[in-house]
Structure formats: C-alpha cells, structure tokens
C-alpha cells in the first residue's frame, strides 16, 4: 500500500496544484473520487490491463463526458504511463492536500462500541489542539477491536486500543 501512495503522490500533487491554479479544485474532487470508485473494481481493474484497449477508450471511461479537457488530459498522462490502476491513491491523497490547504482535517476513529457525544466533543476539541485544524470526525464500529480507540488523523495515527496496548506490552516483554 504505501508503494502505491509513493507512486501516486506525484500525480495528486500536480492534479492538486493544477486544479487549485484554475479554481477548479472541487470539480477535479469530485472527478477524481468517481474515477476512483471505477478503478476499485475488478472488472474495471482487468480492462485497464487489456493491451487491445485504446488508450482513447480508458480516457472517455475514467473522465465521463462533462469532465473538461484538462482532466481528460490528466487521464490520458496515468493511462500512458499504466497508472490508471493508482487512481484511489492519486484521489485519496488529492483530498489529503485539499484539507491540508483549507485548514481543516477529517479524522477517522475506529472504536469497539459507538461514542457518546460528549466522548466525540472532548475528541473533537483535542485535535483540533494539537493540528490547529477543524476537525471533521467520522467515527467507525469495530468489532474486532476489544477496547478503546484507534485514531487516523492525517499522518498521525493514535493507537488507544486495547489491543494495540497489548501488542505493546508483548512487544516489551519478549524484546
């Protein structure tokens, strides 16, 4: 996974500069998060990989028919150099660089039971603290998860989890 965001964050960040550039940021959001869910799927995926396929064929796909010329041409460059599969990556890290330039920060917190709201208020607050951001929470069950929380916040990911903390000790113990 972290070879393909490795892979993909040359491409966000040029669509990003670009798009901010034109004032088009929303638009390209909006574009890239579609063409991201086409290539999660397998049939999608094995499409792209079909060297009887034209290039001209992948673009129309990827970008639809009310994207502008420039998108198009972002596509036609992933589709050239065999990318198009990195789109996820390319559209999660678009709107990692577009929160990081609006200030604000959506975090996802992973925890074994559902949250109170003053548990999500006080959560809220503390990392809006630490990043001096807006914080945007969405919260996830996790039944696998035995106790606490795990929060993905940006780069930062807080383990609180109980098993997180067992991982730890066990990793003390025998190390």
């Given at each position: 996974?972290?070879?393909?965001?490795?892979?993909?964050?040359?491409?966000?960040?040029?669509?990003?500069?670009?798009?901010?550039?034109?004032?088009?940021?929303?638009q390209?959001?909006?574009?890239l998060?579609?063409a991201?869910g086409?290539?999660?799927t397998?049939?999608?995926l094995?499409?792209?990989?079909?060297p009887?396929?034209l290039?001209?064929?992948?673009?129309?796909l990827?970008s639809?028919?009310?994207?502008?010329?420039?998108?198009?041409?972002?596509?036609?460059?992933?589709?050239?150099?065999d990318r198009?599969?990195?789109?996820?990556?390319?559209?999660e890290?678009?709107?990692?660089?577009?929160?990081?330039?609006?200030?604000?920060?959506?975090?996802d917190?992973?925890?074994?039971?559902?949250?109170?709201?003053?548990?999500?208020q006080?959560?809220?607050?503390?990392?809006?603290?630490?990043?001096?951001?807006?914080i945007?929470?969405?919260?996830?069950?996790?039944?696998?998860m035995?106790?606490?929380?795990r929060?993905?916040?940006?780069?930062l990911v807080i383990?609180?989890?109980?098993r997180?903390?067992?991982?730890?000790?066990?990793?003390q113990?025998?190390n």
């Open positions: 996974m972290s070879e393909l965001i490795t892979l993909a964050r040359p491409y966000a960040k040029a669509a990003f500069e670009f798009a901010k550039g034109e004032s088009a940021v929303d390209w959001s909006q574009d998060l579609v991201a086409l290539a999660q397998e049939e999608i094995n499409y792209f990989g079909r009887d396929v290039e001209d064929d992948l673009v129309r990827v639809g028919e009310n994207s502008t010329e420039h998108y198009q041409n972002f596509v036609r460059l992933l589709a050239q150099n198009l599969s990195l789109l996820p990556e390319v559209a890290l678009f709107q990692y660089y577009l929160e990081q330039d609006s200030q604000s920060l959506t975090v917190v992973f925890s074994a039971v559902e949250l109170t709201d003053a548990q999500k006080a959560m809220t607050e503390a990392l809006s603290r630490r990043t001096g951001k807006q945007s929470l969405q919260t996830h069950i996790d039944a696998d035995m106790g606490g929380a929060i993905h916040c940006g780069d383990d609180g989890s109980l997180g903390k067992v991982d730890r000790l066990k990793t113990l025998f």
